[in-house]
C-alpha cells in the first residue's frame, strides 16, 4: 500500500472512530433523560420497569387524595379505569390539581403500587385531556376519557369564520 492511500485510510478510520464515540455519548446522554409514559394498567401488569423514571397518568380517583397536615406530603390514587396505584408527592399540588380531573406526574416507579412524583402537572380547563391519558382511558373503555357534548365547543365561539 503507497504512502497516500495508508494516510487516507488513518483519515477515514479516525473520523469513524470519532463518529462512533459521539454517537455512544449522546446516546448514552439521551438514555438518562428519556421518560416513557405508562398507564395505571400497565404498571399494575408490570409492563413497566421498577426503580425508572418515567411519566404516568390517568383520573384522580375521588376520595384517593390524603394530605398529611403537618408537611407538604401527599398521596392520591390514579386510574384508568382497568389499573389503579397510589402516587406519592411532597410539595404543592398545582391550583387546577383535583378528585376526578387527569394528572400525570413525572417521578420514579418504587413498586407496582406506589410511584414517588417529583412533578406533578394537571389539565388547564374541563375540557383539555393531556393526549396521552386521553389514550390511555379510551383503550380502558373509561367514561371519563370523552368530553361531555355541552363542553365540546367550550371557549370558543360558535358561528361562520368566512
Known amino acids: ?6 494516510q487516507r485510510l488513518f483519515v477515514v ?20 433523560n428519556i421518560n416513557l409514559f405508562y398507564t395505571p394498567q400497565q404498571i399494575v401488569n408490570g409492563e413497566a420497569p421498577v426503580g425508572s423514571k418515567m411519566r404516568v397518568g390517568g383520573l384522580v380517583v375521588e376520595g384517593s387524595v390524603e394530605r398529611n397536615p403537618e408537611t407538604l406530603d401527599v398521596v392520591f390514587t390514579v386510574t384508568d379505569g382497568k389499573g389503579s396505584f397510589d402516587i406519592h408527592y411532597q410539595g404543592i399540588l398545582p391550583d387546577l390539581f383535583r378528585e376526578g380531573q387527569g ?15 417529583e412533578e406533578v ?3 388547564h380547563d374541563e375540557t383539555y385531556m393531556p393526549p396521552e391519558v386521553q389514550d390511555a382511558l379510551e383503550k380502558a ?4 376519557s370523552k368530553p361531555k357534548p355541552e363542553d365540546a365547543d367550550a371557549g370558543y365561539p360558535q358561528g361562520s369564520y368566512n
Open 121 to 123: 402537572l394537571a389539565k
Open 13 to 32: 478510520l479516525a473520523v469513524l472512530a470519532g463518529l462512533a464515540v459521539a454517537v455512544g455519548l449522546a446516546v448514552y446522554a439521551l438514555r438518562q
Open 1 to 6: 500500500m503507497n504512502r497516500v492511500r495508508k
Open 141 to 144: 373503555g373509561h367514561p371519563g
Open 103 to 117: 394528572v400525570v406526574a413525572n417521578g420514579t416507579l418504587e413498586s407496582r403500587d406506589r410511584f414517588e412524583a
